[in-house]
């Protein structure tokens, strides 16, 4: 198993859809994270959760809805995208929050 | 608003020789920095983190860090074409436990 998996690897969807990227850890850590990196901008942090508790939100519209339901899955729930929303996501994880993540190999989203 | 800067590149070397990347952050109280590498298609993977000043070594990487002069470099000896990737730069909030990424250094390792 490598450390960080996500799925889908790639996730084409209508603005009305409803879907969900997954992510899952087997690296004991404690705290995960969602990130969205958008061609020719630095990575963006969208929410951290510490021992499955969210402590950030960094401003990320309403159309993305995280969930944790343990310390090793994180999800990151989608409605009514925008075009602007198509990026890659990214899942990471630490050992403690804040301390050297590791990354899963993203999902590619695409909004028609 | 805190920032980490990095030159997008391409940087160029030939294989062999010594590729260095630079970054510059502005957040004088960071503690806390990494370098990812990313490859085209691939999501970012650590290679080094760092925390004090001066240099720590990893085979053929080397960070190296001035915190008086907020800035922290990369250097890739005997590069191969192999260590062609975009480079990440990121530090940690000195006030939260985010990392502030940089937008990256494409290096390009000619044979």
């Known amino acids: 198993e490598t450390g960080v998996t996500q799925t889908p690897r790639h996730l084409v969807m209508g603005m009305t859809n409803k879907k969900s990227l997954k992510c899952e850890q087997h690296?004991?850590?404690?705290?995960m994270y969602w990130y969205k990196q958008s061609a020719k901008k630095p990575l963006e942090l969208m929410f951290v959760?510490?021992?499955?508790?969210?402590?950030e939100n960094n401003s990320v519209p309403s159309r993305f809805s995280p969930e944790c339901p343990n310390s090793s899955h994180l999800f990151l729930h989608l409605h009514t995208l925008q075009p602007e929303d198509s990026a890659l996501y990214l899942c990471?994880?630490?050992?403690?929050?804040?301390?050297?993540?590791?990354f899963g190999d993203g999902t590619r989203l695409s909004i028609l | 608003q805190k920032e980490v800067e990095q030159n997008s590149g391409p940087l160029s070397v030939p294989e062999g020789a010594i590729a260095s990347l630079n970054c510059t952050y502005s957040d004088r109280g960071s503690q806390s920095f990494f370098w990812y590498r990313q490859y085209s298609g691939k999501s970012p993977e650590l290679i080094m983190f760092?925390?004090?000043?001066g240099d720590k070594e990893d085979g053929r990487f080397t960070a190296q860090l001035n915190k008086a002069s907020q800035y922290v470099s990369l250097l890739i000896r005997d590069s191969q074409p192999s260590d062609s990737a975009t480079y990440l730069c990121a530090v940690k909030d000195q006030s939260s436990y985010k990392l502030i990424f940089g937008s990256g250094t494409r290096l390009l390792v000619r044979p």
């Open positions: 690296l004991g850590h404690n705290a």
């Open positions: 959760y510490n021992f499955k508790e969210q402590t």
């Open positions: 990471a994880s630490s050992q403690d929050i804040g301390g050297p993540q590791h």
């Open positions: 760092i925390y004090s000043n």
